[in-house]
């Protein structure tokens, strides 16, 4: 019994057969086609070369879907809308349809947390932030589409949209992406300094949370606001769902640095729990395939 796996982004559609062992046995990628049209030809095309070895297709999506009519229905990444009963041979295999936040979250609760914990909150961070909520055991998507995480207002900067065009979201302060445009600001305003030196190496944003680096005052004060708007964020889901781990992931989950000791700490410093514990705070290890075995996990679990 095999899963055909979709993980679809605004720029690239990865995929993969996925067995109900959740090990990959095939994987690929394509372009994310500009249309309806292109892309249902596109996955009808793949499904039809691998329909012999498979019984279920799983498509994981960048924004709002209508699980019951097998629709997508918009997103920023991802502007049109997809009617996935068009598929060639849809009759033919067990379809399932979801965000890709849920998937992510629901990939990382089952391989890694199950038995450990039954309420779970992941946070991908990257062009925006993404989020899955695992509630008792099972993801909770409300109406369809709960767990929009990065549109929660939480930043009294009014002048900055995230990608959900809401001023003053949690990822117009908090996505990988502020932290890479943060990293270009300060590189250019000091090009000598030991972060401006490891971003030119390594250009990813994750270095500015490198507790090993000498930071200037400036340098210093721009990792701490985004901390602290993490650090926000965090406790404010931990208020309203009482969940017992945070799982953090996204581009930056392969060299996190010490992102988690920073959040841990600037917690503990600001806050206090009388009789309750903060989650524990993990980073995610699926990596590149979250999207396609977490989508083949809600065909066979969920």
């Known amino acids: 019994m095999n899963c055909l796996s979709f993980d679809v982004g605004g720029t690239t559609i990865k995929y993969g057969i996925i067995n109900d062992r959740y090990e990959v046995l095939l994987k690929d990628k394509i372009p994310t086609p500009k249309d309806e049209e292109q892309f249902i030809e596109s996955i009808s095309e793949i499904i039809q070369k691998n329909i012999e070895n498979i019984s279920k297709v799983s498509i994981a999506m960048p924004g709002y879907v209508n699980i019951a ?13 997809i009617d996935f009963s068009k598929l060639s041979k849809f009759s033919e295999y067990d379809f399932y349809l979801d965000n890709d936040g849920n998937v992510a979250a629901y990939c990382e ?27 008792e ?16 207002l939480t930043s009294n900067d009014r002048s900055v949209k995230g990608d959900s065009g809401k001023k003053g979201s949690f990822e117009s302060s908090v996505a990988a992406s502020v932290w ?17 030196e490891k971003f030119t190496k390594k250009n990813v944003g994750s270095v500015l949370f490198d507790t090993t680096l000498s930071l200037t005052d400036l340098e210093a004060t721009a990792r701490d606001e985004i901390i602290q708007n993490i650090s926000n964020g965090l406790l404010s889901l931990f208020e309203i769902f009482d969940n017992e781990a945070f799982v953090l992931g996204g581009t930056m989950s392969s060299e996190p640095f010490d992102l988690i ?7 503990k410093n600001r806050y206090q729990f009388p009789s309750r514990n903060f989650p524990e705070i993990f980073i995610a290890s699926q990596g590149e395939d979250s999207g396609i075995i977490g989508a083949a996990a809600i065909s066979f679990d969920e």
């Open 109 to 135: 609760y089952l391989l890694n947390y199950k038995t450990k914990y039954s309420n779970l909150i992941m946070l991908t961070f990257g062009t925006g932030v993404g989020g899955g909520i695992i509630s």
């Open 137 to 152: 055991g099972k993801l909770l998507r409300g109406r369809g589409n709960a767990g929009e995480i990065g549109h929660m």
């Open 69 to 81: 009519n097998n629709k997508y229905l918009y997103g920023p990444h991802l502007q049109y809308g």
């Open 261 to 267: 000791t920073l959040i841990q700490d600037d917690i």
């Open 180 to 196: 890479t445009k943060k990293c270009f600001e300060l590189t250019e305003k000091n090009k000598d300094s030991e972060l401006a």
